[in-house]
Nanobody, 122 residues
Framework: QVQLVESGGGLVQTGGSLRLSCAAS????????MEWYRQTPWKQREKVAS???????NYADSVKGRFTISRDNAKNTVYLQMNSLSPEDTAVYYC????????????????WGQGTQVTVSS
C-alpha cells in the first residue's frame, strides 16, 4: 500500500507565499511523474504542475512564473512553492504520483493524496 500525504496549506494574504509538500510512503520501488492538481467547487480539477524523476517541470499557464515544483527523490517527496498568490489560487491542492510498487513488474499505479486547503484572502 502507498500513501501520499500533503501538508503546508493554509490561509495567506494576496501576494503571499506558501510551500506545499507531498510525501509518499509505503511499498515504493520508484516513482515516475509527480504532479500537483487543484480543485474548487465550481471548477474541474486542474493540473497545476508536473515533474518527472529527471526531466524538466511543466506548469499550467495560470501559474507559470509564480509556482515552482521540485522533488527530492531520496525522500519520495514533491514540493510546490507558490509565490505571488491571488484569490484565484484558492482551492484544495492534491498531489498525484505514479508509483512502481513491485520489482517483479515495471507497471506503475497512480495514487492521490487527501488534499490540502489553500485560501488566499483579498
Amino acid at each position: 500500500q502507498v500513501q501520499l500525504v500533503e501538508s503546508g496549506g493554509g490561509l495567506v494574504q494576496t501576494g503571499g507565499s506558501l510551500r506545499l509538500s507531498c510525501a509518499a510512503s509505503g511499498s515504493i520501488v520508484s516513482i515516475g511523474v509527480m504532479e500537483w492538481y487543484r480543485q474548487t467547487p465550481w471548477k474541474q480539477r486542474e493540473k497545476v504542475a508536473s515533474i518527472t524523476s529527471s526531466g524538466p517541470p511543466n506548469y499550467a499557464d495560470s501559474v507559470k512564473g509564480r509556482f515552482t515544483i521540485s522533488r527530492d527523490n531520496a525522500k519520495n517527496t514533491v514540493y510546490l512553492q507558490m509565490n505571488s498568490l491571488s484569490p484565484e489560487d484558492t482551492a484544495v491542492y492534491y498531489c498525484r504520483g505514479e508509483v512502481r510498487t513491485s520489482i517483479a513488474t515495471m507497471m506503475k499505479y497512480q495514487y492521490w493524496g487527501q488534499g490540502t486547503q489553500v485560501t488566499v484572502s483579498s
